[in-house]
């Protein structure tokens, strides 16, 4: 069954750095596109960054724009999320994220807080 394991959250000061990790199994990593998602308390998720099967092609939601990275490792079946210049508005439970025919599949999350 597909699983999906996020981790590297924790607690960091405004302008800090994390890397998150997502392993995934149960399905054929290299064909589909990951993503990351996040939310807050009282707010609804959302997308951060998502990229493509061959790690080509990413995007980013604007609010993290020039300061998150998202890649890949293919023959890790993981997929990263570099957070850099963290705020305290990134504070929020990052998921990791994959649509396998038109099914959404999430894992548990990571806590990240942004604070002083």
């Known amino acids: 069954q597909v699983q999906l394991v996020e981790s590297g959250g924790g607690l960091v000061q405004p302008g800090g750095s994390l890397r998150l990790s997502c392993a995934a199994s149960?399905?054929?990593?290299?064909?589909?596109?990951m993503s990351w998602y996040r939310q807050a308390p009282g707010k609804e998720r959302e997308l951060v960054a998502s990229?493509?099967?061959?790690?080509?092609?990413?995007n980013y939601a604007d609010s993290v724009k020039g300061r998150f990275i998202i890649s890949r490792d293919n023959t890790r079946n993981t997929v990263y999320l570099q957070m850099n210049i963290l705020k305290p508005e990134d504070s929020a439970n990052y998921y990791c994220n994959v649509v396998i025919l038109a099914k959404d599949y999430w894992g548990p999350g990571t806590q990240v807080t942004v604070s002083s």
């Open positions: 149960g399905f054929t990593f290299r064909r589909y596109g």
């Open positions: 990229i493509n099967s061959a790690g080509f092609n990413t």
